[in-house]
């Protein structure tokens, strides 16, 4: 969707750590999105697929890496293998540092990788500066493209 449409867009949020939820939620309060959730890799697969069918798709996909029963790895995989779902931007947020993860992801491309800053205000700011990237300046397909 383009910018100005008026349009609240749809973000999932992939992630376990309540804290780290309630600054994304914080960080993304004044943007205009429906924020849902899903505390393991396993859950984000079935949420993905249950959009998918009902053609509801999320405009933005915010993913750890480090999670239970499905890592964020395997999402990610499994997002660009899936026709219905390959169009979604997927920025992984995580607090690794390494830098196997961080080519790792991109070569299974995800659209961005940010490092969670430990500092709170550089956390806060660095979550709104993406998620306004891809839902108030880059153009996104709306969700009722039939892939």
């Known amino acids: 969707m383009s910018p100005g449409h008026g349009a609240r867009l749809r973000v999932l949020l992939v992630e376990d750590n309540p804290g780290d939820i309630d600054l994304v939620v914080?960080?993304?309060?004044?943007?205009?999105?429906d924020l849902s959730f899903a505390q393991d890799g396993a859950v984000a697969l079935e949420t993905l697929q249950a959009s998918a069918t009902?053609?509801?798709?999320p405009d933005?996909?915010?993913l750890d890496l480090n999670l239970?029963?499905?890592d964020g790895r395997e999402v990610l995989a499994s997002v660009k293998r899936d026709p219905a779902?390959?169009?979604i931007p997927v920025v992984v947020l995580s607090s690794s540092r390494a830098e196997r993860d961080l080519l790792d992801t991109y070569r299974m491309h995800a659209?961005?990788?940010?490092?969670?800053?430990?500092?709170?205000?550089?956390?806060?700011?660095?979550?709104?500066a993406v998620a306004r990237f891809w839902l108030e300046?880059?153009?996104?397909?709306?969700?009722?493209h039939v892939w």
């Open 60 to 62: 933005l996909i915010l």
């Open 137 to 144: 300046v880059a153009s996104l397909p709306t969700a009722s």
């Open 68 to 70: 239970p029963r499905v």
């Open 85 to 87: 779902l390959l169009h």
């Open 26 to 33: 914080e960080a993304l309060r004044d943007l205009p999105c």
């Open 54 to 57: 009902a053609k509801r798709v």
């Open 111 to 128: 659209n961005c990788f940010v490092t969670k800053p430990v500092d709170l205000d550089r956390f806060l700011s660095s979550v709104a």
